[in-house]
């Protein structure tokens, strides 16, 4: 047996308490680090300059993304400082759509272990897994079980991409600090044929757990993570529609949990679609809304309009009727049979729009019948949003509102040239992933980026401030007000969302409106405003270095 110096090493192999190149000189002494370091001590500005250099040096987006998780693997203070400063140039790249090719290589490019791999032939061990987690105390847990990767499906344990990059956005923009986050990701197995013939796929080699098993499987990780973890924030993401609603519907109310896909991009796109009312001056109770996918994204979406319709007077049988939901089949209609009940309360009756086949109506058939006004999509349909389609709509409204929201961009329902092009300029446009501007007429035209990233790293800030028990609609409907008041109204180009450049001042708003909605419903602590704001800002994690303690 040869010992090893765990002290001095065990300080530079934790990224949460690695300094690396900026220990000083006296801590090098203090903490026996002397030698195991290159002699120069860098400033954490100089360190950031390195790290960034080394960034540049990638050839590609997937090198990039790679590079940016071994330092984050290395070095989380000066991972989150680079990602801070660079937000915008690096959102892509930690997040959709780079994260997306990150997810389909996770086996290759496999490092170091993060967060937890809780698999099914491990479902006797759920407790004593939760018991091995990196850090003892943690705020947020991001959950997937990999079955709705993006719009790009099943990625088996490759989806713990997924938990990863949306916890460090809960650090860099939420402030959440990065030791009391836990990604997590659920090995039920995979349908995907390709990983299970991959041999260097190293997820559970087997068709997914489904029906009864699966219920059960995820009932026993919700009672684990109750007993290991009481009052932690679990967010549910990328799970198929067959799981999600059911999931979100059987444990909202039992732990503090909420679905990101259905409920922080109701969220956004709730806060996108209120300033599109603004800048084109049609209210919301007179928009005609069409959504294109009904899954869990589309549909939650849906109902985030619905409530705010009947909120600004209407009567939900009306807000219903002003949203029109076609999905692969066409348009979802009451006699159809394969819709589900979430579905069927956004169904229409078959002669509200006909058909010109003996099918339900397509896109184009309802865009032609019902002239929207917005123009929604959420169906993974590269490039259904046509020029036909698109001309149609430009023909009945001054400024349509289109939103091609699915991920990752090779998924997006059309490209904002496109959009700004077929309508003479006119779209007020939102999209999923991130879009450069678009040249118009001689102008530069900002695309806003419609994601529930404005939403989540928020919402985990607010209810780890406050102490929140539960996430509620009230705290989602306060979330998507305050995204819309961090949109300029004054802008020279109005756009639909806050700058991306202001997504962690957007976060804090967030956080604020979302425990004051959660302390007004009693489902938090009685505090005031101010004393709100003070926990929050108290909350937010720094990216500096913190003084350490020489090991015993
Ligand atoms: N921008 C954002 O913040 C978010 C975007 N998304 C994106 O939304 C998309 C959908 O997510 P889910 O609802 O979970 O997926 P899903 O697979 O459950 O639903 C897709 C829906 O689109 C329909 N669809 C598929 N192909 C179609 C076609 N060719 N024409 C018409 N309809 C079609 C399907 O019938 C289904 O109703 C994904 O790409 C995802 O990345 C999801 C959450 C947040
Ligand atoms: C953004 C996101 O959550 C999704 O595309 O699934
Ligand atoms: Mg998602």
Same mark, same amino acid.
């Given at each position: ?38 002699? !120069? ?172 098993d699966y219920d059960a499987f995820i009932e026993q990780f919700v009672a684990a993570v109750e007993a290991e973890l009481p009052g932690t924030l679990l967010q549910w993401e990328d ?190 446009? !939102? ?85 004051? !909605? ?35």
């Amino acid at each position: 047996m040869n010992p090893r110096n765990t002290s001095a090493l065990g300080l530079l192999e934790d990224p949460i308490s690695n300094h690396s190149t900026a220990f000083s000189d006296l801590d090098r002494s203090r903490l026996g680090l002397r030698g195991l370091l290159p002699y !120069a001590v860098e400033s954490p500005e100089q360190q950031a300059r390195r790290a960034y250099a080394a960034y540049g040096d990638q050839p590609s987006d997937l090198a990039r993304h790679i590079n940016l998780r071994a330092l984050q693997d290395n070095n989380e203070t000066l991972f989150y400082r680079l990602l801070r400063d660079h937000v915008e140039e690096m959102l892509p790249i930690v997040y959709t759509p780079t994260v997306a090719e990150a997810c389909q290589h996770f086996s290759r490019i496999y490092r170091r272990p993060r967060g937890l791999f809780v698999a099914y032939p491990d479902r006797e061990h759920l407790r004593e897994i939760l018991r091995n987690r990196p850090h003892r105390d943690v705020d947020v847990i991001v959950v997937t079980d990999g079955q709705r990767i993006l719009g790009i499906g099943d990625q088996g344990i490759g989806g713990m991409g997924i938990p990863i990059g949306k916890l460090s956005l809960y650090t860099a923009l939420g402030g959440i600090d990065p030791a009391r986050t836990l990604p997590i990701v659920l090995d039920v197995g995979t349908d995907n044929p390709q990983l299970l013939a991959d041999p260097v796929y190293l997820g559970w080699r087997h068709p997914r757990i489904d029906g009864e098993d699966y219920d059960a499987f995820i009932e026993q990780f919700v009672a684990a993570v109750e007993a290991e973890l009481p009052g932690t924030l679990l967010q549910w993401e990328d799970f198929a529609t067959p799981h999600a609603l059911p999931i979100l519907e059987r444990y909202r109310d039992r732990l503090l949990t909420f679905n990101d896909d259905i409920q922080g991009t109701a969220a956004v796109a709730m806060a996108a679609l209120t300033a599109g009312c603004r800048i084109s001056g049609t209210p919301l109770t007179e928009q005609r809304v069409v959504m294109l996918g009904a899954g869990s994204a589309g549909i939650g979406v849906c109902e985030q309009i619905v409530r705010a319709m009947t909120a600004a007077g209407l009567s939900e049988q009306a807000a219903r009727g002003n949203i029109y939901v076609v999905d692969i089949h066409g348009l979802l209609t009451t006699d159809r049979t394969d819709l589900d009940p979430a579905q069927r309360l956004l169904a229409h009756d078959p002669g509200d729009v006909p058909a010109t086949t003996d099918k339900p109506p397509a896109l184009a058939d309802v865009v032609a019948a019902v002239h929207p006004t917005a123009l929604l999509g959420l169906s993974t349909a590269t490039g259904a949003f046509t020029e036909q389609i698109v001309r149609a709509m430009a023909g009945h409204c001054p400024r349509p509102i289109i939103m091609p929201l699915s991920n990752p961009t090779s998924r997006s329902e059309a490209a904002p040239q496109n959009l700004l092009d077929w309508t003479d300029g006119r779209a007020l446009i !939102a999209t999923g992933s991130p879009f450069p501007p678009v040249q118009y007429a001689g102008r530069e035209v900002p695309i806003a980026q419609c994601n529930n990233v404005y939403v989540f790293p928020g919402i985990g800030l607010g209810v780890t401030a406050v102490h929140a028990t539960r996430v509620s609609d009230a705290m989602m409907t306060a979330a998507a007000e305050a995204v819309a008041g961090c949109v300029d109204a004054h802008a020279a180009v109005p756009a639909l969302l806050p700058e991306r450049t202001r997504l962690q001042e957007t976060a804090t708003a967030v956080a604020r409106a979302a425990a004051r !909605a959660a302390v007004a419903d009693a489902l938090a602590p009685k505090l005031d405003d101010e004393q709100i704001d003070q926990a929050v800002d108290a909350t937010s994690w720094k990216a500096v270095y913190q003084d350490l303690e020489p090991h015993s």
